[in-house]
């Protein structure tokens, strides 16, 4: 179960895992690692992978036997050589947890295997404090002691950190490849495929979990409901919605580019007069009603208002007020200048 969990959320990339097999099975293993990838890229497994192979008694072609002693330890979450260091409530790494957890901790010899791994969840936290005391343990650690640092991006980290840390990249991969591996190797049926290749940033484990999803399809079904009839209410109509917002609170990113989406698919349509280059296809009747309702300088404005509106999320705005702002620009029409 483990091992397909694993190999689905890492799919497509490839060449990060030959690599980290290949340091495994020749047992040439840096200090540290810097792993760098979206959201959802797969971070966390990638490197709890490389970790539980590192700490493997018997590793097979650089990949954990998942039988050994220290394999079992590992999978039951309890690996007394496994380290893992996340932010705390407020959303931090303070300098002094990374001097107990790891700089002062990594002093103590391995209980269990003959390497101690650290990993840092949200590393890009750290400050410029916290990395300087890092510092010291990546260029000098035990012979034992292996650092991975994730992150969604490498420039939040000084240049003395990143030049001593091997990066390993999980690049989002491009929609269509993402769709067609959920056509093709999971059976996902065509327009949940597209819908989630689109809407899952690059990641095929995060395009499988919404695709096997009933509560992303069911969220799908009502926003599009929603959108293809919006060109037809009042303000005070749309307005209504808020409640909505709400209740989606938590899948709001999803709601959001869902809603980019379908304002794209509605320029596609109306300017290639085809369906072909559309995300939404399956919903051709809803498109093709509300594609004439629109001018097309409305349609660029709604995804600008969207991106518009990500921004504003992303900066702790009140969000009721930030639903009533969204829909009121979203029920705006024709208020454009060219
Ligand atoms: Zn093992």
Same mark, same amino acid.
């Given at each position: ?117 650290? #990993?840092?969840? !949200?590393?890009?936290? @750290? ?5 300087? %005391?890092?510092?010291? =343990?990546? /260029? ?76 992303? #399809?069911?969220? !799908?079904?009502?926003? @599009? ?5 919006? %060109?037809?209410?009042? =303000?005070? /109509? ?101």
């Amino acid at each position: 179960m483990y091992e397909k969990e694993v190999e689905e959320r890492l799919i497509g990339h490839d060449a990060v895992l030959k690599h980290i097999r290949s340091a495994v099975s020749a047992g040439r293993v840096s200090h540290a690692y810097l792993v760098e990838g979206a959201e959802g890229a797969g971070k966390k497994t990638l490197a709890g992978q490389f970790a539980m192979a590192l700490l493997c008694k018997a590793p097979e072609n650089g990949e954990p036997c998942g039988r050994c002693d220290s394999c079992r330890v590992f999978l039951s979450g309890n690996h007394p050589d496994m380290h893992y260091i996340r932010p705390g409530e407020k959303g931090t790494l303070p300098v002094q947890r990374i001097r107990e957890e790891l700089v002062q901790d990594m002093e103590i010899l391995p209980y269990y295997a003959g390497r101690k791994i650290y #990993i840092v969840e !949200r590393a890009h936290l @750290m400050n410029a404090q916290a990395q300087n %005391a890092l510092l010291k =343990t990546i /260029e000098e650690p035990p012979a034992y002691g292996v650092i991975l640092l994730l992150a969604e991006s490498v420039q939040s980290f000084l240049p003395t950190v990143r030049s001593r840390c091997v990066l390993l990249r999980l690049l989002p991969l491009p929609e269509e490849k993402v769709r067609k591996i959920l056509t093709g190797r999971y059976g996902v049926e065509e327009s949940t495929a597209r819908a989630c290749a689109a809407l899952c940033g690059g990641s095929v484990g995060q395009a499988l979990r919404l695709a096997r999803s009933e509560d992303f #399809i069911r969220l !799908r079904e009502r926003w @599009m409901e929603w959108l293809s009839g919006l %060109a037809r209410q009042e =303000t005070w /109509e749309v307005l209504a919605r808020a409640k909505a917002l709400e209740e989606d609170k938590a899948v709001i990113e999803d709601v959001l580019r869902m809603m980019q989406i379908w304002f794209r698919d509605l320029i596609i349509l109306r300017e290639t007069g085809s369906l072909s280059g559309c995300v939404c296809r399956d919903l051709d009747a809803k498109l093709e009603s509300s594609a004439n309702l629109y001018e097309i300088p409305e349609l660029y404005r709604k995804i600008e208002v969207l991106e518009d509106a990500k921004k504003k999320l992303s900066h702790n705005v009140n969000y009721g007020l930030w639903s009533d702002w969204l829909l009121v620009e979203l029920s705006r029409r024709k208020t454009f200048h060219q």
